[in-house]
Nanobody
């Protein structure tokens, strides 16, 4: 029932910034905690960041803490991921996900809906 569409991914140089957006189905967005995950070629999908229903609680992977920031606008059914000081190891397909329930989790198996992903490539 929930449809998610990511956008904003592109090629950037190391040290640069990028802002990803995820647009969700209107009328259902505020009922879900949201998360950002990423997957590089040959690797498992990993947690990047999450945000609860109200936007008052956030979580980050250690690898991105201090560089990335997640936020949401429930009125516009959109979640964002601001990425600063990008590194080549940040290169991956980034996925937006929605989870039924109250709090965010780091396990991708707990998320019920997924977007198609947006490619982020960071060059040296």
């Amino acid at each position: 029932q929930v449809q998610l569409v990511e956008s904003g991914g592109r090629l950037v140089q190391a040290g640069g910034s990028l802002r990803l957006s995820c647009a969700a189905s209107r009328g259902t967005f505020s009922s879900y905690a949201m998360g950002w995950f990423r997957q590089a070629p040959g690797k498992e999908r990993e947690f990047v960041s999450g945000i609860n229903q109200s936007g008052l609680s956030t979580a980050y992977a250690d690898s991105v803490k201090g560089r990335f920031s997640i936020s949401r606008d429930n009125a516009k059914n959109t979640v964002f991921l601001q990425m600063d000081s990008l590194k080549p190891e940040d290169t991956a397909v980034y996925y937006c996900a929605a989870k039924r329930g109250v709090v965010v989790t780091r396990n991708p198996k707990n998320y019920d809906y997924w977007g198609q992903g947006t490619q982020v490539t960071v060059s040296s």
